[in-house]
């Protein structure tokens, strides 16, 4: 260990919003991706829900590299440059994919090509920033401290997405209710948010990097082993198996309404972009207050052990299933259900629920004998990734398909979302298995 009061704590309070900070950056740019580009391409431009669900589990695909870009990290013992280089990564496949979709309506083969480019670069830029940022957290962070910093740097994420989704929606309001769609506004808008939140992460990671992990403990302090030998070590741990099933199932649930969310909106409430843009901004909103009450409540920011955070887990997770309920009857309902405060609690139970989760993987990530932190960190956020990939795939494929038998909107939407609630059920009861203590000779750590 570095010497020194500091030293003796790890990273400071400081330290850890300036990696939240890196977090916001990469959530606001995502979501341009995720949610803002969804919208258009299914919308304005007339597309199969299809295709941007199969650009966004393609960048999915591609995070699937996130062991060995944790693996990069740890192996040269610097996060920052992995950190740096993945925020311009990110930032410049998202200006690709803005540029194709404004494309789709006059070379539509050329631009989808260019699209996929894209979402290549966003998924890598992902994978190779964030992973990195959460190894760094999990690495130079006290453990008393681990569970509160992961909920101060997400909460930090997620009022990102809040801001860059309300500021993108606010300034691709048309300023007349009759005023058309403008591509050239939504690649000023969108380019905006992609080149602030580069320099946002540049000026973030300035001397933020110790030049030794302070809680790196002897035995990590070995060799890297190679990536396959690493991998070989987290399978070979029950703690970190269950836990990966606990991911998938949690986030495949969390992420089957990403896609469908604003399309839902302007397909059965008839909103306008911007409008739908803000409703996704009110989600997130929701999220935010979720985490904080979760932080704040639970033993987050306590600062105790992990696995006392399992009843936020299993509230935030039953949570959500109910509000996916509400919204299962508002696609039959449509206009005149309180359709805001739905997304809202949706967003509110799944704060609840992610905080949590997340707080206690990095409680786990540093828990492990021999593998360090970014290999670790990069299998439950591959895990995660496929998750994602997959949920929303299949809310987008299950959305066409539906509609196509059914001839109705609201049915097809009533379908996916009472899928989504019945899976955060499963969730709620994997978490209960995934979360339970046991002691071992020197700690407590997963069962």
Request: hydrophobic letters at 55%.
């Amino acid at each position: 260990m570095d010497g020194g009061a500091s030293s003796a704590r790890g990273l400071s309070w400081f330290a850890i919003a300036r990696i939240g900070v890196v977090q916001a950056s990469i959530g606001a740019i995502v979501m341009l991706a995720t949610s803002l580009l969804n919208r258009v391409m299914v919308v304005e431009y007339s597309l199969s829900a299809a295709i941007p669900a199969g650009l966004v589990a393609w960048h999915y695909a591609v995070q699937l590299g996130r062991p060995l870009f944790g693996h990069g990290s740890d192996k040269g013992r610097k996060r920052t440059p992995w950190i740096l280089g993945g925020i311009i990564v990110l930032a410049a496949g998202a200006m690709l994919a803005i540029n194709a979709t404004v494309m789709m309506d006059s070379n539509r083969g050329f631009a989808i090509g260019l699209a996929i480019l894209g979402f290549t670069l966003i998924g890598a830029g992902v994978g190779a920033s964030g992973t990195s940022a959460l190894a760094l957290l999990a690495s130079g962070v006290a453990p008393g401290r681990r569970a509160a910093a992961a909920a101060t740097t997400w909460i930090m994420m997620v009022a990102g997405i809040v801001i860059s989704a309300a500021t993108a929606g606010t300034l691709l309001k048309p300023a007349f209710p009759d005023e058309p769609f403008s591509p050239d506004r939504l690649v000023s808008v969108a380019s905006g948010v992609a080149i602030a939140a580069v320099i946002a992460t540049a000026l973030a990671v300035i001397r933020l990097e110790p030049a030794r992990q302070t809680f790196a403990e002897t035995v990590k302090d070995e060799p890297t082993p190679d990536f396959r030998a690493a991998l070989a070590e987290i399978y070979a741990e029950p703690a970190a198996r269950r836990f990966t099933v606990f991911i998938f199932v949690s986030m495949l649930a969390y992420s089957m309404q990403d896609l469908i969310l604003e399309p839902f909106a302007g397909l059965v409430f008839d909103m306008s972009p911007g409008a739908s843009t803000q409703l996704s901004s009110m989600q997130h909103g929701g999220v935010l207050l979720g985490m904080i009450l979760a932080g704040i409540g639970g033993s987050a920011f306590a600062g105790r052990m992990p696995v006392d955070l399992k009843i936020w887990i299993v509230t935030g997770c039953i949570g959500s299933a109910i509000a996916l309920a509400g919204l299962a009857m508002a696609a039959v309902y449509g206009p005149g259900w309180p359709l805001a405060a739905n997304v809202f609690a949706l967003g509110f139970c799944n704060g609840v629920f992610a905080v949590a989760a997340i707080g206690a993987m990095m409680g786990l990530a540093g828990s492990g004998e021999k593998t360090r932190e970014g290999v670790r960190m990069g299998v439950w956020g591959a895990s995660q990734a496929i998750a994602f990939g997959l949920g929303g795939l299949l809310g987008a494929l299950g959305v066409d398909f539906a509609r196509r038998a059914n001839q109705g909107d609201g049915d097809a939407f009533q379908l996916i979302f009472a899928l989504e609630a019945g899976l955060f059920i499963i969730a709620a009861g994997l978490a209960l298995r995934a979360t339970r203590r046991i002691h071992s000779s020197q700690k407590q750590v997963f069962a």
